[in-house]
Each structure stands twice: as structure tokens, then as C-alpha cells.
């Protein structure tokens, strides 16, 4: 379980998004990985605490819907559909920006029409063995960003790289407050947390979920704040950016042969693997509000391989957004569509902490002693935890601007769905 929620975190927003956080912050990018791994810890407590009680498959959607109301239940579910669609588009992005490494030449639209082909056809065929496939992919990504880990580590004790931390301007080029708006990008590399709630809130064992919670956290926390620090560590941070992924410098950087080039292929690896999930994920999403009333009833159909193929197209316009994107501002298209992205995301995450604020509330002390995982921080912690998140949203709505407007959007669109879809809907049966 939580490899699969590891597996569907790491992805584009570390492998490329921690380029951008450099290129904002410098070295002072790490404060804000510290800040997004203790919010994602508020957020996987929270998360653990409310999937020992309801072990429900609809996780975030259901705690909302128990312990705040329907809109919240309803944004929570839709909310993360649109985020991670669009989330597909940042993938799509990524894998056409790490083309170019070999075929500078070719148009980073080209790449994406061809790899969106590719994941279509995959995601509209039987999906049997997709969770095998995942967990090795899983494995592969994990061990490659350890490994990577381990020799920027090595080069920087061994004398064989300069420290990068106080130079090109000191720890804080950019100035103080920099690392803050740098924290959308840490918040987002961190996204799939929310995965392990929906994976234990389907298993019978009450002894997993805890095990799996803290595996999931510990491992992000090493894996992330550890490779930042190497990142920052070994390249300079002016050297960083979107036009290529940071871990392909590295390699350039200090020289090793042959490096960058494999380097390349593992994180062009990992954003299929996790437009793949993604396209998994979301279609999924939107089959579950389909079939329970909030989606059109088409939605919630399947084909003769098991697969739900009208959700899997639905779930797939973040592509077309990614393409738009590509033809017309191609410079700044990773970084527009992840400002969209994280607004539909941390809707979950803020219902999530809501939902445990007042689950908390409604229940007893003996009864919050009695769970097999219990918050350190208790209510306080989700209460901070939802403070924290919504100030990086409010962030992340003002730099850049048009992530406002893109965020109101989504908003305004979660709000039309709802009161639409309410009068029409029929209870789950």
C-alpha cells in the first residue's frame, strides 16, 4: 500500500517542479521541502486517523460528506478529478521537455500528441495487471532518486563536488520571503499523499493502515528533503529551471559519464508512469461520482476489457490543456498548468483536515485512545495543517497572477457541477 502511494507521488512535481523551487528561492528552496513535509504530515495523520475509523473506499469524498456536508464531499471528489486531469497535462509537459534532451529539434507538441496516443491506448485496454506494473515502476523510480541520493551525497563529502549552498548570492539570493512562494512547488512534489487514504481505507487489517501512513511519510520526507539538499548542494541554483529536469544537470555537472542521458530516461520513465496513474486515478474518480449520482450515468459505464472508457477520455482534457499550452506559451506552460493543478489537489487536503477537525470534536478521548493511530498533534495539528495549506493556496493564486484567475475557475466550475448536479441526483443504492 504505501508503495503504491509513494509510487504515485514522486513524479513530475520533484523531478522537474524542484527546478522551479531552486530557480525561485536558491538555496533557501530546502526551508520550503522542511515546511511542504511537515503540512504533509498534518495531512497524513489526519488522513490515518479518519481511515481507521471509515475504511471506505471513497476516502476523502466520504469523510466530508460524514463529518461537514455534501458540498464538501462533492468538492473534495470533483475538485481532485480536476487536479489531477489537469495534473496529466503537467506529466505530458514534463515527458515532452525531457524529449528534447535527444531530439532538441523536434516541437515539444509532437511528443505530446505521441505519448498521449500512447496513454490512451494502454488506459482503454484491461487493466488486470495495472497495480503489478505500478509497484515495479514504483520500485524503479524510488530506487533510482535513493541511489541519486546517495552519490550527490558521496560527491559532496568526498570533496568531488563544491558545496553550492552560500555561494551565488548566499543561502537566501532571492530574498527571505522567497521560500514561500517557492512552496507551491514543494506542496505539489508531495501530492499523492492522499493516495494512502484511499488504498488503506480499502483493506480489512487495522494493524496496516498505521504501518502504511507512517511508511508513506517517512519515505517521502527522506526522499524529497534528502534530494533537494543534494540538488542544491551540487548545482548551482541559477542554473535550474523547467527546460530541463534538475537530476539530468546534476550528472552534467559534475561530470560522470554517460549519466545524464540514463538519468533522463528514468525521469522521462517516471512522468509516463505517472500520467498513467494519474489517467488511472482520475478516471476512476469520475466513474465513482458517476456511479453514485454526481457524474453523468454514462461516465460510470464500462467496455467489454473492464475498462471504464468514457471516463478515461473525460479524465483526459488535461492533455488538451497541456497541448494548448505547448502551441501558444510553450516557455511557461509547466508552470501555469501546475498552478491549475494544485488548486484542484489541495481541495482534498483542506476537506481532510476540515473532516478531522471535527471528527475530532464528535468524538471522545477514550475513543480517539482506542485508535490503532493517533495524530501527535491532535486537532491543533489539522487546525495548523488547514491554515498552512490555505495560505500556499492564497500563495499560489498571486505568484504567478493568472493562477488566480485559473484558480476562481475551478472554483466557480465546482460550484456550477454542484448545483447542477444536485437536483438530479439519486441517492447510491
Keep these: 500500500m504505501a508503495m ?38 498534518t495531512v497524513a495523520m489526519a488522513l490515518g486517523e479518519l481511515a481507521c475509523v471509515h475504511p471506505a473506499a471513497g476516502s ?8 461537514l456536508n455534501q458540498f464538501a464531499g462533492f468538492i473534495a471528489r470533483a475538485g481532485y478529478w480536476l487536479g ?5 497535462g503537467t506529466e505530458m509537459i514534463a515527458a515532452a521537455t525531457y524529449m528534447a534532451y535527444w531530439v532538441p529539434n523536434v516541437h515539444a507538441y509532437v511528443w505530446v500528441v505521441v505519448f498521449s496516443v500512447l496513454l490512451l491506448l494502454v488506459n482503454l485496454r484491461s487493466v488486470g495487471s495495472y497495480g503489478r506494473f505500478e509497484f515495479w515502476l514504483s520500485m524503479v523510480k524510488l530506487t533510482t532518486i535513493t541511489a541519486f541520493i546517495i552519490i550527490g551525497a558521496a560527491l559532496l563529502l568526498a570533496g568531488r563536488a563544491t558545496p553550492q549552498y552560500n555561494v551565488q548570492g548566499g543561502f537566501f539570493p532571492t530574498g527571505a520571503l522567497a521560500p514561500l512562494i517557492a512552496m507551491t512547488f ?9 493516495m494512502v487514504a484511499v488504498t488503506t481505507g480499502e483493506t480489512r487489517s487495522p494493524q496496516e493502515t498505521p504501518r502504511a501512513i507512517w511508511l508513506t511519510f517517512v519515505t517521502l520526507t527522506l526522499v524529497y528533503v534528502g534530494a533537494i539538499v543534494v540538488l542544491l548542494g551540487v548545482m548551482p541554483w541559477n542554473h535550474a529551471g523547467v527546460t530541463e529536469s534538475p537530476f539530468v544537470a546534476v550528472f552534467r555537472t559534475v561530470n560522470i559519464p554517460r549519466a545524464p542521458g540514463v538519468m533522463n530516461f528514468v525521469v522521462l520513465s517516471a512522468a509516463l508512469s505517472g500520467a498513467n496513474a494519474s489517467l488511472y486515478v482520475g478516471s476512476r474518480m469520475i466513474f465513482s461520482l458517476a456511479r453514485t449520482g454526481w457524474a453523468p450515468a454514462r461516465l460510470g459505464r464500462l467496455n467489454h476489457s473492464g475498462s471504464p472508457q468514457y471516463a478515461v477520455l473525460v479524465t483526459s482534457f488535461g492533455i488538451l490543456f497541456a497541448l494548448g499550452l505547448e502551441l501558444w506559451a510553450p516557455e511557461n506552460a509547466f508552470r501555469y498548468l501546475l ?8 481541495l482534498s487536503w483542506l476537506v481532510s483536515l476540515a473532516a478531522h477537525i471535527s471528527f475530532r470534536r464528535r468524538h471522545s478521548p477514550e475513543e480517539i485512545a482506542a485508535l490503532p493511530l493517533r495524530s501527535p498533534l491532535g486537532k ?31 472554483l466557480a466550475l465546482l460550484v456550477v457541477a454542484f448545483v447542477l448536479a444536485k437536483p438530479h441526483r439519486e441517492p447510491a443504492s
Aim: with cysteine; hydrophobic share 60%.
Design 4 to 41: 503504491v502511494a509513494v509510487g504515485g507521488s514522486i513524479g513530475t512535481g520533484l523531478l522537474l517542479g524542484s527546478g522551479a523551487a531552486m530557480e525561485i528561492a536558491g538555496p533557501a528552496a530546502i526551508l520550503s521541502f522542511l515546511a511542504a513535509a511537515f503540512i504533509n504530515w
Design 339 to 346: 498552478g491549475a493543478a494544485f488548486t484542484g489537489m489541495i
Design 84 to 88: 489531477i486531469s489537469l495534473g496529466i
Design 60 to 67: 476523502f469524498g466520504i469523510y466530508g460528506d460524514l463529518y
Design 380 to 410: 491543533w495539528g489539522s487546525i495548523l495543517g488547514f491554515v498552512l495549506v490555505s495560505a500556499a493556496l492564497l500563495q499560489t493564486w498571486l505568484y504567478p497572477r493568472v493562477n488566480l484567475w485559473s484558480g476562481l475557475a475551478c
Design 186 to 194: 514543494a506542496i505539489y512534489s508531495f501530492g499523492g499523499v492522499e
